[in-house]
């Protein structure tokens, strides 16, 4: 979860900066896309494993977000929600578009820089396994673990994002679990 998210007066300023973004001004928007630029090359990243394809589409995110702003309704959920959908359908766009598969050649930094060259490679290593783990697992079940423990999204939003019920939620994120759960158990024996 977004520790920033459960604050109500981080909410309450969320909420406002929606508003006056919606009528037009730029620098609330500019801090919405500050708030959530990171969280969403984070859920590209880990479903195409390309860190440039990765800062594209969260770019293209925006610029759909910024131009359909006025199609976002409060009241049939939260900003976060709605921005990961259309995250969403920036993904199923390019998967459309995809012609190969996109290989893992080049791995920049998903994490924090500032860190020691040993924890970062240790890190990057967790990285790209984690990325190879995800990849195991059909889409359904990729989009149900990134949106849970990647995006930091509950049972809800995940079951409203990906058009299933609460219960599929909970059924695929189990068996997905165990599915990564064995991939980790076999690349560890190997």
Same mark, same amino acid.
């Given at each position: ?30 801090? @919405? ?6 969280? &969403? ?6 479903? =195409?494993?390309? $860190?440039?394809? !990765? ?54 930094d ?10 970062? @490679?240790?890190?990057?290593?967790q990285?790209? &396994?984690?990325?190879?783990?995800l990849?195991? =697992?059909?889409? $359904?079940s990729? !989009? ?7 995006s ?10 990906v ?28």
């Amino acid at each position: 979860m977004n520790p920033r998210m459960d604050n109500p007066s981080t909410q309450h300023q969320e909420d406002q900066n929606v508003k006056l973004a919606m009528h037009g001004n730029r620098n609330a928007f500019a801090s @919405l896309f500050d708030q959530y630029y990171a969280a &969403l090359y984070r859920y590209f990243y880990f479903h =195409l494993g390309n $860190r440039q394809e !990765a800062e594209d589409l969260a770019g293209v995110v925006f610029l759909k977000a910024w131009q359909n702003l006025n199609k976002f309704n409060p009241a049939k959920g939260t900003f976060k929600a709605w921005i990961y959908r259309v995250a969403h359908n920036v993904l199923i766009d390019s998967y459309r578009k995809q012609r190969d598969e996109v290989p893992i050649d080049e791995f920049q930094d998903v994490i924090h820089s500032g860190k020691k060259l040993e924890d970062t @490679l240790i890190i990057k290593q967790q990285t790209e &396994l984690l990325y190879k783990a995800l990849k195991t =697992l059909d889409e $359904r079940s990729r !989009a149900v673990i990134i949106y849970r423990f990647i995006s930091g999204f509950d049972h809800h939003e995940t079951a409203r994002l990906v058009g299933i019920s609460e219960g599929n939620v909970r059924v695929i994120q189990l068996r997905a679990l165990q599915k990564v759960k064995k991939f980790f158990a076999e690349v560890e024996n190997a």
